[in-house]
């Protein structure tokens, strides 16, 4: 590889802004990096083929909000098609390509790619560094599934290992693992790079544990809490705004559940949430505005995940219907929603992101935990009482918690003020996003 880089940066790691809370980190690290590098450009990784019917929207929040030229990067993983067969042959030709393009970067692999794929090889070898963004890496699951998800979101990373170019992975959660098998492909990037920060305790100590020494690792927080910077963006939100006047509380639901392949585990989070709503309404006497966090640019039948608007229709198929309900479904980007968030008296959210956009709000939160280290965050904010685990609701417990948190609202608005503010000084001072941007500043 020359020595004679340009000034890009490739920002890699999963990301779509169909879902809010990846648009925010990823709009939170583009501030950040650029306060630190304004000569730099900026070419982000996406981890879905430009064949894709959902990728041209993939950006289509974060390029206007962020306001400076990004450029798009095609994954080399070709997975999209209505036939399995189909499906699979493209998997297993993306992954001979991938293998190719690790152990021969300069040959024959290059032949093998089409125009938008060869511009991200391509981009590799020009860049000054690679930086994964932050979110949850490396839990595909035991057996030769998980170890081929891992290597897949894993492979900017080797291919930048392979490459000699510098990387660096931003405010990540890593596992749980419980199989060797698990730990190989997070071992081989985090081992090669320059430096980790963990978003919680918890990944901390099991990244310290899969590197050891060979890798400096630094625990940080979510880069979302960052995101205050953007506060200064006009909104379009005037129909909105109407449907919700006076006091409400916002419901963020998710549609599906990871290990849930027969939707059980929706199917009873679906009746609680009706419950809960209810509870709201008649118990409390406060309006509930049902806010999505994952909604998609377009249809389209891959990562069903990132579309809660299904939640909404499973709902009303239930027959459930009622006034004092408002359904807020748009295809808003994470400032629209935090001027949402921020009028509301409280907010009970099950995705990890509506959590920490009602914290950045300063408003009590109660979250239903439904994976790993999902809401980790709010141990290390010492806020763990109001987290709820998915596998053991119960009304009566919610129902305490929401007369808890509503009897001592101001005291609690006041105590997450504190704790915001510590957590956007900790991710000033992200060791990791330090050392990544000094190796970057540094002549040749």
């Not at 109001?386 to 417990?397: A, C, G, H, K, S």
Request: hydrophobic share 40%; charged share 25%; proline share 4%.
């Amino acid at each position: 590889m020359s020595d004679n880089r340009t000034s890009r940066v490739i920002i890699a790691g999963w990301h779509d802004d169909s879902n809010k809370g990846d648009a925010a980190i990823l709009l939170a690290l583009l501030q950040l990096l650029d306060d630190r590098l304004p000569k730099v450009d900026f070419c982000v990784q996406l981890c879905v083929h430009h064949t894709s019917t959902i990728y041209p929207g993939m950006l289509r929040h974060t390029q206007r909000l962020f306001q400076r030229p990004l450029v798009p990067l095609t994954s080399l993983f070709r997975r999209g098609s209505n036939w399995k067969l189909v499906r699979a042959l493209y998997l297993f030709l993306s992954l001979v390509r991938s293998l190719l393009a690790i152990l021969a970067p300069n040959r024959a692999c290059r032949r093998l790619l089409d125009s938008q794929e060869l511009k991200t090889f391509e981009a590799y070898f020009d860049c000054r560094a690679v930086i994964g963004k932050g979110g949850h890496y490396f839990y595909g699951g035991n057996g030769i599934r998980g170890l081929l998800a891992a290597y897949i979101q894993g492979f900017p990373f080797l291919l930048a290992r392979r490459l000699k170019v510098p990387y660096a992975l931003i405010g990540i959660s890593v596992g749980p693992y419980s199989s060797f098998i698990e730990k190989i492909v997070p071992t081989l990037v985090l081992k090669g790079a320059v430096a980790v920060s963990a978003r919680e305790r918890i990944s901390y100590e099991t990244i310290r544990k899969l590197v050891g020494d060979e890798t400096e690792v630094f625990q940080t927080t979510d880069l979302a809490f960052w995101l205050r910077q953007y506060r200064h963006c006009k909104t379009g939100l005037s129909l909105v705004d109407r449907n919700l006047g006076g006091k409400y509380i916002i419901l963020c639901p998710r549609v599906a559940f990871p290990g849930d392949p027969h939707g059980l585990k929706s199917k009873r989070y679906l009746k609680f949430a009706e419950q809960v709503i209810q509870l709201l309404i008649e118990g409390c006497g406060i309006k509930v505005a049902i806010v999505l966090n994952a909604v998609r640019a377009c249809e389209s039948r891959q990562f069903e995940t990132e579309d809660d608007r299904q939640f909404i229709t499973d709902l009303k198929h239930s027959g459930f219907a009622r006034s004092d309900v408002t359904f807020v479904t748009q295809d808003l980007d994470p400032i629209e929603l935090l001027s949402i968030y921020s009028r509301a008296e409280l907010v009970i959210g099950t995705r990890l992101h509506s959590v920490i956009f009602g914290l950045l709000c300063h408003k009590p939160v109660i979250a239903i935990s439904y994976y790993g280290p999902k809401m980790q965050i709010l141990v290390d904010f010492q806020l763990e009482h109001f987290v709820v685990d998915i596998n053991r609701l119960e009304l009566t417990q919610i129902g305490q918690l929401i007369d808890y948190v509503l009897d001592r609202k101001e005291a609690l608005e006041h105590e997450i003020r504190v704790k915001v503010g510590r957590a956007e000084k900790t991710i000033e001072e992200d060791g990791a996003l330090r050392l990544i941007c000094d190796l970057i500043k540094a002549p040749g």
